[in-house]
């Protein structure tokens, strides 16, 4: 090990390349299909303006999804909050990621008012950061059986 150097500095992309087949290959060891991710995304619209959008990513091994769903984004733009947009965006996504096998969603969110509204929605918490955001609040992982 005397020609080892460990350096501070961002992996090219040939190196990102390296590990993600190195990691691959682990998986292949140890009996597991390689994971994967497919995107999922509704997007509301006014017109032809964005004003809100539901994503996330339904994770796969090999061909098959694995049964949970990470909820990326929930965006509503100020003005058509609290109308229930986001529990529609939020809805439509479930029984799109539903329909492919998933079987549990979760999500990181913060605040109060995010907190009741997913909670409205039937997610609960099961994990949190706390002192996660600069003014002391904390980050929650929540997630749903669907």
């Known amino acids: 090990m005397k020609n080892i150097n460990i350096e501070n500095r961002e992996m090219t992309s040939e190196e990102i390349k390296q590990m993600d087949t190195g990691f691959d290959q682990l998986s ?22 964005f004003i809100g959008c539901s994503s996330g990513l339904a994770y796969k091994n090999g061909e098959i999804y694995s049964g949970w ?25 479930e029984e799109q990621v539903k329909g492919i096998g998933v079987k549990y969603i979760w999500l990181w969110t913060s605040g109060v008012k995010a907190l009741k509204f997913y909670r409205r929605q039937g ?24």
């Open 123 to 146: 997610y609960k918490t099961f994990t949190e950061m706390e002192h996660w955001y600069s003014d002391g609040s904390s980050r929650v992982g929540l997630r749903k059986n669907l």
């Open 69 to 93: 769903f990470y909820l990326k984004d929930l965006f509503v733009e100020q003005e058509y909050r609290s109308q229930g947009l986001g529990a529609e965006l939020l809805k439509a996504l």
């Open 28 to 49: 292949l060891e140890e009996g597991i299909a390689i994971e994967s991710s497919d995107q999922f995304t509704f997007v509301a619209l006014d017109g032809n303006t």
